[in-house]
């Protein structure tokens, strides 16, 4: 029995098995760069976390905040880049190398739209589903409109992309096995994350449904309150796991 009252949310599992899901190719139209680190000599960037609601066409145009291009910076270069994009965004979102930046855009090549689409990376709810769930008192983060353009012309496809942000923190410690990578200074980290997940009680936001992992933004976690909303409407396109949490 989950007592926490916390889920993981997973794209529908049937799909991917059956490699039916829904593919949506795109993406979003800036992100910071990557980085070379001098201590481990590692060059990477975050994937899987994502700020839509950020708009960097104010800003004087810098190659390096392109969507479609492979820049790398050193860590020192990544907090001058980095500094105009904190300024946009609240205390506490976090912006390592990579982050995407701006509205998602795309196409529809395969597979039928669901009222979610978490199956490539990005965080997409049918504009329906989105209202459906606020009227329901289920859903409170907020949403910006994705352009995503149907596969045949004459349908039309109105997504959403969530706010997410990274809240949740592990209670337990991630473990190196041999091969495996960390570093301290620039935070690359390979370690392998406890199975199943254990999240620490106290970070669980109070005001937000739906949010990431502090440690891995792959993982999208959730309160009870949203996946009794998505059951009770019938939505479809996501799934739910149960996910222990402890005091620290
Ligand atoms: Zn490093």
Redesign the pocket.
Known sequence: MNCSGLFELLPNQAAVREQTYTYVDGGHPWKLPSIR?S??G?VWGERGLSYPQIDLSGLKPQKWYKGNLICVMSPEELSVARAPVAAMLPPGYPLPPGTALGPFRGRHLAGTMEDFDFYSGAHLISRSAFDLLHTAGALGVEATPAQVNPRRTGTEIDLLELHLVPRARLAVPRTQDQGQRF?V??G?DQREFPSPLVIARSSIPDKEEIFQLCEGPDYILCTKKFVDGVESLGLRGIEFRPVDSYDV
Do not use: H, I, P, S
């Open positions: 680190c201590a481990c590692m570093c200074e620039c690359f």
